[in-house]
């Protein structure tokens, strides 16, 4: 069975960081495309951020750029997704996602496997 774990989310002042944390198990986790979503009430989920970890291939969405950061841990099946100069636009659920293809981040409809999402939420 597929299961994602996101952690890391909390609330935190315009200008700070958080670290989210996505463990992952159920699936051959070198052979997939990993990454974030987010979510806020009334819109559609939006891809943030993947990583393939067969070539190393890294999208950030372009309200992203500069200011987060993904990364792998293969060895203990973990995902990170360092946010840095956090904004109150940032505030929403963030979902950890896993699919075959870093193509399906162009649409959440795509995405084979979901995990539970975590609360950002930035103050101004």
């Known amino acids: 069975e597929v299961q994602l774990q996101a952690f890391g989310g909390g609330l935190v002042q315009a200008g700070g960081s958080l670290r989210l944390s996505c463990a992952a198990s159920?699936?051959?986790?070198?052979?997939?495309?990993i990454g974030w979503f987010r979510q806020v009430p009334g819109k559609e989920r939006e891809g943030v951020s993947y990583?393939?970890?067969?070539?190393?291939?890294?999208f950030y969405a372009r309200s992203v750029k500069g200011r987060f950061t993904i990364s792998s841990d293969n060895a203990k099946n973990t995902l990170y997704l360092q946010m840095n100069n956090l904004q109150p636009e940032d505030t929403a659920v963030y979902y950890c996602a896993a699919d075959r293809s870093g193509s399906s981040w162009a649409n959440a409809n795509w995405i084979a496997h979901w995990g539970q999402g975590t609360l950002v939420t930035v103050s101004s």
């Open positions: 159920g699936f051959a986790f070198d052979d997939y495309a």
């Open positions: 990583i393939t970890n067969t070539d190393g291939r890294i």
